[in-house]
């Protein structure tokens, strides 16, 4: 049966959806196993495959029989090996978590919302799994539609908020479409390792350098890259916070994997950082990424919105990286994609536990939340500690590589960036502490409560918090094996 | 000049294309009416599905569809030169769906918004946002 | 392809789309957008694109315009651009 | 926010003109595009599948995993339109006033809250912002729309021969429908297909698909290696490939004709069938 894992991943998910939509109207309340059932398969092949490639090296799976470049195929390496497990247990673990939010939120309307959230995972897996151009933007149309249904069921502006980052969303999925088109306009195939390899005689047409620009354009909008990030703040903050867990954690860490595959695969890394040679222009373009993010995270005093402006920060890190054009650099890029996407998952699930429990998010809902929430705040320490960069969460360890990359690069602004951002970061969250230790809790009507009352969220969005906050501190203490053992083989033969 | 005039009307078809796609976009980005930008977009995706039939056209070949699909000389050589190039087409079906999936969800969003907001116009919403 | 009328309905379809763009009512912009995809259709049945433009006359121009008309009277005609 | 727009438009525009310069001319039976992949597609379609439509063949069988990702689309845009427009039936107040007419005489008469019409079959529910059924458009629509529904199975079923397929069947099927609901309202079109069967169709099409793939799959072949199928269908692999395709088209055909009209309903309605276009 393991060699067919490669399909499994995302047909499993796929008839699933499909399943839950029908007993969405027979019986609500089997939605929500089949849906965890769904995702467990889904983690479970995504973590046998990651050992079959450490074990055997790349995988290729030819769906319909047909072989590559005339049918579509899988190819499974290090890279989507290593993202495919994280996207599919970050999905389960929020999908855990949000059962209650869902019976509290919109109980009717459980069907649906379980189908969309596991047809996103299937679009979402599809995307990291797929070795075909074309086939990546239909999944990727299909992460993104699924996304907006969910985003737009929230507060009163989550419809606009979502409207506009529809907009924004089709545009960037159209670039990268026409991207595409003017790759197979000068190539004539749409298979990612076929395109590299007719691609070399070609680099110094002015087709396959516009292909490139609006390629990375249209990843770059999806992804939130400053100044193409104005949609993500509102429509992050506005939806509720069960889809909010799911898409902030994986909607822009699985663009950057995009990002990296068209740099590493399909463009080649010798087309972009000898042939183009911009990669100075990208990196500076990341470091206002982070200084902005930083400072616009700063302005907010609203937890969710401030943690929506650390993700468009943290996209920086993540571009800066890839662009630094070294293996540090990578290996940081990379290995920030898996730990950014954990820490940022514990955040959100922070916020949904505070949501479900006291109806707000702004600085003024948070106070004596130490005393009231313990646990999810003690959670919360351990997230905000690793988005900070402290040792031994896993964020340091990722920075790390970032600023060595950099060092090495000698692309210092970047370096400031980080260390800069990393600062503004304990502010960010020291000025959150506080308000959560020291200031007495008070209710809506300004009725101040001694002692607070210990009200903890339930069991089922606890234990998926404390999986990710102690994955948090694991990951981190085994980065060494990770960066060894897979992150290494990542990065192609002759890259600095 | 008459280089250029050539390269102008040999390529007529790319320069239209790239026409309706700034169209569309600049509807999305400058218009103030949600369903207007809709159509922005609608526009711009129809556009992109424009250039990609283009690439499949051939010079003196026809429609994707075999002759003889069936009967006595069903084994006759098939020439790629003689049929257009149905890659292409293939693809854009795939778009054209997308593109009718993300109208239905626009739509859908466009009334929730109108049924908080009571109107389409964007700055008329944000004046409204910001009253609040 | 007879080039003529390949260039006409180019124009056409250009003029189409920003008349429907332009148009200070909706229902007209969605009526506008139905011709407009209309044309395109057979902009692409010219180029022997049979299946695509039969997608996009019972999609683009046929259901496409109908769900524009429905969220117009859903919502409302006024549009100030 | 114009000025912006302009200058976006501008650069993306100039971009776009000076990479046309570089490519191939148009129509040039030369170009990568036209001597790469396309030959093989043209050459080897009817032997290895024996569909003499290129494009259906390429479709749902080459690149059949591209066309049950789009039919997933369809099917999410459908669910989202649900999700997002539909007010559950619980929530869904009944009007305060209702209006009711009387079908012999043509009388109209409003009801407040609290009242009900004695049970008969002579009145019949109408929207607030009802017009009277004119007759032409009622007949004539009802003489339509079985023509229609013959020639969207045509279309479907023709599918491997001539251009069309199920996706452009289920699209003119799903017209059909939304046309009786114009002509006459949505109330009577809801009640002719009720909003459950819609819901489960849409899924039972993308269904029919995966699990036409998946079945493959059972058979110890790939995913969506319709060839695995010539043992339970008792042909040859080619031909199995064409029943394949049909088998899949068919689940297209369903998936559409079910979300065109789901994605209908939400959005004309606003999500209240009670008071529907």
């Known amino acids: 049966m393991s060699e067919q894992y490669p399909a499994l991943l995302v047909i499993v998910p796929l008839l699933s959806a499909l399943v839950i939509s029908v007993a969405g109207w027979v019986n609500k309340r089997l939605c929500f196993p089949i849906a965890v059932a769904a995702l467990g398969v889904a983690a479970w092949s995504s973590v046998g495959l990651l050992f079959r490639v450490l074990d055997e090296g790349v995988i290729v799976y030819k769906l319909g029989g047909w072989s590559p470049p005339m049918g579509i195929a899988y190819y499974i390496d290090y ?29 009717d309307k459980a069907g649906p919302f379980y189908t969309l959230y596991v047809l996103m995972v299937t679009g979402l897996l599809g995307i990291v799994v797929t070795g075909d151009a074309f086939n990546l933007y239909v999944l990727l149309e299909i992460a993104s539609l699924t996304g907006y249904g969910l985003l737009a069921m929230g507060e009163e502006r989550a419809p606009l908020a979502t409207l506009n980052y529809l907009y924004m969303g089709t545009i960037g999925a159209c670039f990268y479409l026409l ?106 373009l990341a470091v206002i990424a982070i200084v902005m993010g930083a400072v616009l995270a700063l302005k907010e005093r609203n937890l969710k919105k401030m943690l929506t402006y650390i993700v468009v920060a943290e996209v920086g890190y993540m571009v800066g990286g890839a662009w630094l054009g070294n293996r540090a650099g990578l290996t940081g890029a990379v290995l920030h994609i898996v730990n950014d996407a954990l820490m940022t998952l514990c955040v959100f699930l922070v916020v949904g536990n505070i949501v479900y429990k006291i109806k707000g ?12 929430m313990p646990f999810t705040m003690g959670a919360f320490v ?44 304990v502010v960010l969250f020291f000025r959150v502490f506080e308000i959560g230790f020291y200031e007495p809790f008070s209710d809506h009507e300004g009725h101040e409560h001694h002692p607070a009352v210990m009200a903890e969220a339930p069991l089922t969005m606890l234990v998926p918090l404390y999986v990710v906050a102690i ?13 060894n053992h897979i992150v290494q083989f990542v990065i192609p033969k002759g890259f600095m | 000049m008459t280089d250029l005039i050539s390269t102008v009307v040999a390529k007529y078809n790319y320069w239209i294309y790239i026409t309706l796609m700034m169209i569309g976009l600049y509807a999305m980005i400058a218009k103030n009416n949600l369903v207007k930008k809709i159509v922005g977009m609608n526009i711009f995706q129809t556009a992109i599905i424009l250039f990609y039939v283009s690439i499949g056209v051939k010079k003196g070949a026809t429609i994707p569809i075999l002759e003889h699909g069936h009967g006595p000389d069903v084994h006759h050589v098939v020439h790629a030169v003689d049929y257009i190039n149905p890659l ?21 969003l466009a009334i929730r918004i109108y049924n908080n907001y009571n109107t389409l116009e964007e700055n008329e919403i944000l004046t409204q946002v910001r009253e609040k | 392809m007879i080039w003529p009328i390949d260039l006409a309905i180019l124009t056409l379809v250009v003029i189409a789309g920003i008349g429907a763009l332009m148009v200070k009512d909706l229902l007209g912009a969605a009526i506008l957008f139905g011709a407009y995809s209309f044309m395109m259709c057979l902009l692409w049945s010219i180029m022997g694109a049979v299946d695509v433009a039969f997608t996009e006359a019972s999609v683009g121009a046929g259901v496409s315009t109908v769900f524009f008309v429905a969220a117009v009277f859903r919502t409302s005609r006024r549009t100030k651009d | 926010m114009k000025i912006i727009g302009l200058i976006i438009v501008v650069v993306t525009g100039a971009l776009l003109i000076y990479a046309a310069a570089d490519f191939p001319a148009w129509s040039d039976p030369a170009s990568p595009a036209s001597t790469y992949l396309s030959p093989y597609f043209i050459e080897k379609t009817m032997e290895e599948t024996s569909v003499p439509n290129i494009v259906t063949a390429v479709l749902a069988d080459y690149r059949g995993f591209d066309t049950m990702f789009e039919t997933t689309v369809i099917f999410s845009a459908g669910v989202v339109c649900f999700f997002l427009l539909r007010i559950s039936r619980r929530e869904e107040e009944e009007p305060e006033t209702r209006y009711y007419r009387h079908v012999l005489t043509g009388v109209t008469i409003q009801l407040k809250e609290g009242y009900k019409i004695p049970p008969s079959a002579d009145f019949e529910r109408i929207d607030a912002v009802w017009t009277p059924p004119d007759l032409i458009i009622k007949t004539g629509c009802r003489i339509l729309i079985p023509f229609i529904q013959l020639f969207a199975l045509y279309v479907i079923a023709h599918g491997h021969h001539s251009p069309g397929g199920g996706f452009q069947g289920g699209v003119i099927l799903g017209a059909s429908v939304i046309l009786f609901a114009i002509s006459h309202d949505l109330r009577t079109a809801v009640r002719r ?63 559409v004709l079910a979300t065109m009209i789901w994605i209908y309903n939400n959005i004309s309605s606003a999500g209240r069938y009670r008071q529907g276009l």
């Open chain 1, 382 to 425: 351990i997230g905000a500690l690793s988005i900070i960069g402290v040792p031994p969460t896993c964020g340091f360890f990722s920075k790390w590589y970032l600023i060595l990359g950099a060092i090495q690069a000698h692309q210092y602004g970047f370096m400031v960036a980080l260390l800069f951002s990393s600062l503004i970061n």
């Open chain 1, 361 to 372: 998010y702004a600085f003024g809902d948070l106070k004596g939340l130490f005393a009231k």
């Open chain 2, 88 to 108: 292409p087409h293939v693809l854009m079906l795939t778009a054209i769906v997308v593109g009718v999936a993300t109208l239905g969800v626009a739509l859908a």
């Open chain 4, 193 to 255: 297909m009720s909003e459950k069967l819609i819901g489960i169709l849409c899924a039972v099409g993308v269904s029919i698909y995966a699990g036409t793939g998946a079945l493959c799959l059972l058979l110890k072949q790939n995913f969506l290696d319709y060839s695995a199928l010539a043992g339970v269908l008792h042909v040859d692999p080619i031909t199995a490939r064409s029943h394949g395709i049909l088998m899949v088209e068919i689940g297209v055909g369903i998936a």
């Open chain 1, 79 to 107: 890279l989507n090996g290593l993202v495919l497990p994280v996207v599919s247990i970050v999905a389960l673990l929020n999908l855990i978590s949000s059962k209650k939010i869902v019976e509290q939120q919109f109980p």
């Open chain 1, 179 to 284: 991207g595409i088109g003017y790759l197979y306009i000068v190539t004539g195939s749409l298979n990612m390792v076929d395109i590299a390899r007719l691609l070399p005689p070609l680099y110094q047409s002015k087709a396959v350098l516009a292909a490139f620009i609006i390629c990375m354009v249209g990843v770059w909008l999806k992804m939130a890259f400053f100044p193409l990030h104005a949609w993500l703040p509102n429509a992050y903050t506005y939806a509720n916070s069960a889809s909010s867990g799911l898409i902030a954690p994986l909607m822009t860490k699985v663009m950057v994997y995009v990002m990296i595959r068209l740099i590493l695969t399909v463009f080649t890394p010798k087309f972009v950082f000898n042939t183009l040679a911009v990669h100075d222009a990208v990196v500076w």
């Open chain 1, 471 to 483: 994955s948090l501190i694991l990951v981190g203490l085994y980065t060494g094996d990770i960066v």
